[in-house]
């Protein structure tokens, strides 16, 4: 008799320890999924932060020209005459990183400091970024 009575003991006692288990293996599934999006937001912002860093040398080397101006007035046949005849404002507006392309949507040197709006094509991510004396300082989107 004492035998049939532990069978249901026995019964709860590997259900608890089912249960248990399920529940840790849930944790490290949620844990695992956090980690990864945190990683593919972490790489988007470094997407666009390259960019942002691709861009301002750009303007401080071969399109030193479009520095002074607003990218809404990058038009090509209307730049400054001290612009190489073979810059395309165009170019400087759309580049690829990661294999994701990035757009820039505003440069306004009249802020002080200078601004920089830039946005993923794909994913629709904007990133904020100041052109300070000591390099690039991302404000966020």
């Not at 404002?89 to 759309?94: C, K, Q």
């Not at 200078?114 to 991510?125: I, N, S, V, Y």
Request: aromatic letters at 2%; a neutral charge.
């Amino acid at each position: 008799m004492d035998r049939i009575a532990m069978v249901p003991l026995a019964m709860a006692g590997s259900l608890v320890l089912l249960l248990s288990s399920l529940s840790l293996q849930g944790m490290v599934l949620q844990g695992r999924q956090l980690q990864a999006l945190e990683g593919a937001r972490q790489r988007r912002e470094d997407r666009l932060a390259s960019a942002a860093q691709v861009l301002v040398a750009q303007l401080q080397g071969s399109a030193s020209c479009l520095r002074p101006l607003p990218s809404s007035g990058w038009i090509r046949g209307a730049l400054p005459p001290e612009c190489p005849l073979e810059l395309d404002p165009d170019a400087l507006r759309r580049s690829t990183v990661d294999g994701s392309a990035v757009e820039l949507i505003q440069w306004d040197p009249t802020q002080e400091p200078p601004e920089l709006l830039l946005q993923e094509a794909d994913a629709g991510r904007r990133g904020r970024f100041q052109l300070r004396a000591t390099g690039l300082q991302a404000l966020g989107g």
